[in-house]
């Protein structure tokens, strides 16, 4: 059974710097491991995605140059490093996992093409 586990939100203040984990169960060579938030009153949007076929990744427009996504294979571990935090990145944050042979199909995954998700984790950035 694939587990999902995340750790590491919390609250932080505006600048601040966070890093969530996401502890798995055995990653297959094939997936797409991706995070995710859900801000207060909104819809779930994509964050971050990483290929584990080839370490290709791809971040939404609004995180880029702040968060990073890496995995670490001896751990099966995902994390999400979070620098500079800014008042919108508040929510709660979900690591998934779902089946892609190559990179450029992961970075053209959506959120329902994850299969695996799991129970999140919440940020908090405050001024």
């Known amino acids: 059974q694939v587990q999902l586990v995340e750790s590491g939100g919390g609250s932080v203040q505006v600048g601040g710097s966070l890093r969530l984990s996401c502890a798995s169960s055995a990653i297959p060579s094939y997936s797409c491991m991706g995070w995710f938030r859900q801000p207060p009153g909104k819809e779930r949007e994509e964050v971050a995605v990483?290929?584990?076929?080839?370490?290709?990744?791809g971040y939404a427009d609004s995180v880029k140059g702040r968060f990073t996504i890496s995995l670490d294979n001896t751990k099966s571990t995902l994390y999400l490093q979070m620098e500079n935090l800014k008042s919108e990145d508040t929510g709660e944050y979900y690591c998934?996992?779902?089946?892609?042979?190559?990179?450029?199909?992961?970075?053209?995954?959506?959120?329902?093409?994850?299969?695996?998700w799991g129970q999140g984790t919440q940020v908090t950035v405050s001024s």
């Open positions: 990483l290929s584990k076929a080839d370490g290709s990744t």
């Open positions: 998934a996992r779902g089946s892609a042979w190559t990179g450029g199909e992961c970075l053209q995954m959506s959120g329902g093409d994850f299969r695996y």
